[in-house]
């Protein structure tokens, strides 16, 4: 059965230029100038020093090793996680990007949309006492893998181009004006990204690299003890470390043991959510909303990362309005009842499984199984809407309009 955590990678060293660093942080590694970018999967899967943590990590890699250590900035911000984002090489092609202000997307690589932004954010954040990602540094890509060898960005463009112009005499061959079209539309396009964007590999500096979305897949005893096992162990290195929980004035947490479904029943439906709640409202109080509060861009900790997409009033932006607010709240209760996986035959999540002995059954569902996992859902988002509810108000916040999540 093909592995789903912690994939391991065929690599190669491609030439760089640092653009920036961030001098805030207190970084026990030193990186080297040639960056390491994946060029295929690997067979070897244990003991393999670079490794994509899951499908849903689509252009970074990450060092499982660096887990053995914890670091921190200039703020007592803590990480325990190093990944290298915008170095999937294994097959480089443009797509169209809603999401993107350009319209389009390198696969696997990374432009220069919100490296200023979230270089800014993160700082922000983390002086207010919000742990987060952090862009450690930036470097800019002076090759490419591709065809089996590598090659230099501006080769790499021309040729892209060149495919193009291909693609669009082959439609004019066949008569195929549509076509023709199209490609000549698409060419113009990438033509107008090329000149807006370089690409770059950004280095962070993260609290964990498994999100939510990593927890929702869990399917075997063996995916949600190699996910949940190093999760559990930097909460409490984290907890041990600073007498308190994640964030200022909050609660320092009992200590969380993996095999043992009560504590794992504590931190999925009691402690995670409430921090999820509370960073949420501390975030929002900072005039900050991030758009996209997904289960991919929230880890599995209960911080947000991901920063490119945040927008306020320290970012100089529009001030956010309530609706921004209950947007991001939103996005996070359907994280939240994400995280708790399928009931589709064959994808239920064994995070339920292991925690439904301990659950009271729904009696609106007969499957058991849906049942935990339903239990599971309500339990979660009742403790996120409570605590974010409880903490806005501490803050003397204005309540949200509407139940949204």
Same mark, same amino acid.
């Not at 559990?232 to 964030?247: D, H, P």
């Not at 995070?351 to 609106?364: G, K």
């Given at each position: 059965?093909?592995?789903?955590?912690?994939? %391991?990678?065929?690599?190669?060293?491609?030439?760089?230029?640092?653009?920036?660093? $961030?001098?805030?942080?207190?970084?026990?590694?030193?990186?080297?100038?040639?960056?390491?970018?994946?060029?295929?999967?690997? $067979?070897?899967?244990?003991?393999?020093?670079?490794?994509?943590?899951?499908?849903?990590?689509?252009?970074?890699?990450?060092?499982?090793?660096?887990?053995?250590?914890?670091?921190? +900035?200039?703020?007592? *911000?803590? &990480?325990? #996680?190093?990944?290298?984002?915008? *170095?999937?090489?294994?097959?480089?092609?443009?797509? $169209?990007?809603? *999401?993107?202000? /350009?319209?389009?997307?390198?696969?696997?690589?990374?432009?220069?949309?919100?490296?200023?932004?979230?270089?800014?954010?993160?700082?922000?954040?983390?002086?207010?006492?919000?742990?987060? =990602?952090?862009?450690?540094?930036?470097?800019?890509?002076?090759?490419?893998?591709?065809?089996?060898?590598?090659?230099?960005?501006?080769?790499?463009?021309?040729?892209?181009? @060149?495919?193009?112009?291909?693609?669009?005499?082959? #439609?004019?061959?066949?008569?195929?004006?549509?076509?023709?079209?199209?490609?000549?539309?698409?060419?113009?396009?990438?033509?107008? /990204? &090329?000149? @807006?964007?370089?690409? /770059?590999?950004?280095?962070?500096?993260?609290?964990?690299? =498994?999100?939510?979305?990593?927890?929702?897949?869990?399917?075997?005893? +063996?995916? &949600?003890?190699?996910?949940? #096992? %190093?999760?559990?162990?930097?909460?409490?290195?984290?907890?041990? #470390?600073?007498?308190?929980?994640?964030?200022?004035?909050?609660?320092?947490?009992?200590? &969380? +043991?993996?095999?043992?479904?009560?504590?794992?029943?504590?931190?999925?439906?009691?402690?995670?959510?409430?921090?999820?709640?509370?960073?949420?409202?501390?975030?929002?109080?900072?005039?900050?909303?991030?758009?996209?509060?997904?289960?991919?861009?929230?880890?599995?900790?209960?911080?947000?990362?991901?920063?490119?997409?945040?927008?306020?009033?320290?970012?100089?932006?529009?001030?956010?309005?309530?609706?921004?607010?209950?947007? $991001?709240? *939103?996005?996070?209760?359907?994280?939240?009842? +994400?995280?708790?996986?399928?009931?589709?035959?064959?994808?239920?999540?064994?995070?339920?499984?292991?925690?439904?002995?301990?659950?009271?059954?729904? %009696?609106?569902?007969?499957?058991?199984?849906?049942?935990?996992?339903?239990?599971?859902?309500?339990?979660?988002?009742?403790?996120?809407?409570?605590?974010?509810?409880?903490?806005?108000?501490?803050?003397?916040?204005?309540?949200?309009?509407?139940?949204?999540?």
């Amino acid at each position: 059965m093909r592995e789903r955590f912690y994939l %391991p990678l065929e690599t190669a060293l491609v030439r760089t230029v640092q653009v920036s660093r $961030d001098p805030t942080v207190r970084s026990p590694f030193v990186t080297q100038t040639k960056a390491v970018v994946a060029i295929g999967r690997a $067979d070897v899967v244990d003991g393999y020093p670079r490794v994509q943590l899951s499908d849903h990590h689509g252009r970074a890699i990450i060092d499982p090793r660096m887990r053995r250590v914890l670091w921190g +900035d200039q703020y007592g *911000t803590l &990480f325990g #996680a190093k990944d290298w984002k915008g *170095t999937i090489m294994e097959q480089v092609v443009i797509h $169209d990007d809603s *999401t993107s202000p /350009y319209g389009l997307r390198a696969q696997g690589l990374k432009d220069n949309i919100g490296l200023g932004r979230i270089g800014e954010a993160s700082r922000i954040m983390r002086e207010n006492g919000l742990p987060t =990602e952090v862009l450690v540094r930036v470097r800019k890509l002076r090759e490419i893998w591709i065809g089996g060898k590598l090659v230099p960005v501006g080769e790499w463009k021309a040729g892209y181009l @060149k495919s193009l112009d291909q693609d669009i005499e082959v #439609a004019k061959g066949y008569g195929k004006r549509a076509r023709e079209g199209w490609f000549r539309k698409k060419k113009r396009e990438v033509q107008g /990204y &090329f000149k @807006k964007s370089d690409f /770059y590999i950004i280095e962070r500096d993260l609290q964990v690299g =498994e999100r939510l979305c990593d927890i929702g897949e869990l399917r075997t005893e +063996d995916d &949600f003890t190699r996910v949940v #096992a %190093p999760i559990f162990r930097w909460v409490n290195a984290v907890a041990k #470390a600073k007498g308190r929980g994640l964030m200022p004035d909050t609660e320092q947490p009992p200590r &969380f +043991d993996y095999s043992q479904a009560p504590d794992v029943k504590r931190y999925f439906l009691s402690w995670l959510p409430e921090q999820m709640g509370i960073y949420l409202a501390r975030f929002h109080a900072l005039k900050l909303f991030h758009n996209y509060a997904t289960n991919h861009n929230w880890s599995a900790v209960g911080v947000l990362c991901d920063l490119d997409s945040v927008r306020g009033v320290p970012l100089g932006n529009r001030a956010p309005r309530l609706s921004d607010y209950e947007r $991001d709240c *939103t996005w996070t209760g359907q994280a939240i009842k +994400d995280m708790w996986g399928s009931h589709e035959e064959g994808r239920e999540n064994y995070l339920v499984s292991f925690l439904a002995p301990l659950l009271d059954p729904d %009696p609106l569902y007969p499957d058991p199984k849906m049942a935990a996992a339903e239990v599971c859902k309500v339990m979660s988002l009742r403790r996120f809407n409570e605590s974010y509810r409880q903490e806005r108000a501490r803050l003397g916040l204005r309540p949200l309009h509407a139940e949204t999540f």
